[in-house]
């Protein structure tokens, strides 16, 4: 089994409809995070959060918003989509002791 | 000036060939250079990570950092059509309280028989 799964895989919708993104993960990691990559630029930080009741902006934030329902759960909301936030969406979890960020195979989001 | 700078390709090459990805970067603060590969429809893995400047071998995979010219590089040895994917450098630099990746745009690799 996956140890971070992202659900859905694929989804398309209109512009103004409020869309949620969910992040699973066994791994046991405090630390979670979203990401948007778009052709070009890379993986850009949208949110992150350390623990339940840590959520931090990250650099791309507006128009977003998260939830970190537990330790394994972490969502990312938007609120009213919009076309430009069409792309490819990444969550990642890491643990206090070593960088490195285990990913998940991302959410292909569509707004017409 | 975007932080790290990365070629996008795509690159394509023989099966056995010897392929350099490079990237480049402006912020001296970095610390820790790691290279992402990312098959199609898939999330990004780490690869290879490296602290500080230097040489780290692993397989058929050599990252290398040069601090003072801010220029990491990865080389794969007789590549393979399995090699073929998109890779991502990305390095990091302590910043609110941990150490933030920065992602290049991503180099796409096609390895052909």
């Known amino acids: 089994d996956a140890d971070v799964t992202q659900t859905p895989r694929n989804r398309i919708t209109k512009t103004g409809k409020r869309i949620m993104l969910e992040c699973s993960q066994t791994k046991g990691h405090d630390r979670m995070y979203w990401y948007r990559q778009d052709p070009g630029l890379g993986l850009q930080l949208i949110y992150y959060s350390f623990d339940v009741k840590d959520i931090n902006k990250g650099e791309i934030s507006d128009g977003y918003s998260v939830s970190r329902q537990a330790q394994a759960k972490f969502s990312l909301s938007l609120e009213s989509a919009i076309p430009n936030q069409t792309a490819l969406y990444f969550c990642?979890?890491?643990?206090?002791?070593?960088?490195?960020?285990?990913f998940g195979p991302g959410t292909r989001l569509t707004v017409l | 000036q975007k932080e790290v700078e990365q070629d996008p390709g795509p690159l394509s090459v023989p099966e056995g060939a010897i392929v350099s990805l490079n990237c480049t970067y402006s912020n001296s603060a970095f610390q820790y250079f790691m290279w992402y590969r990312q098959y199609s429809r898939k999330g990004p893995e780490l690869l290879m990570y490296t602290y500080s400047s230097g040489n780290k071998e692993d397989g058929r995979f050599t990252a290398q950092v040069d601090k003072s010219s801010k220029y990491i590089s990865l080389f794969i040895r007789d590549s393979q059509p399995s090699d073929s994917a998109t890779y991502l450098c990305a390095m990091s630099a302590l910043r609110g309280g941990y150490n933030k990746l920065i992602f290049g745009a991503g180099t796409r690799l096609a390895v052909h028989p």
């Open positions: 990642a979890t890491s643990d206090l002791v070593n960088d490195e960020q285990f």
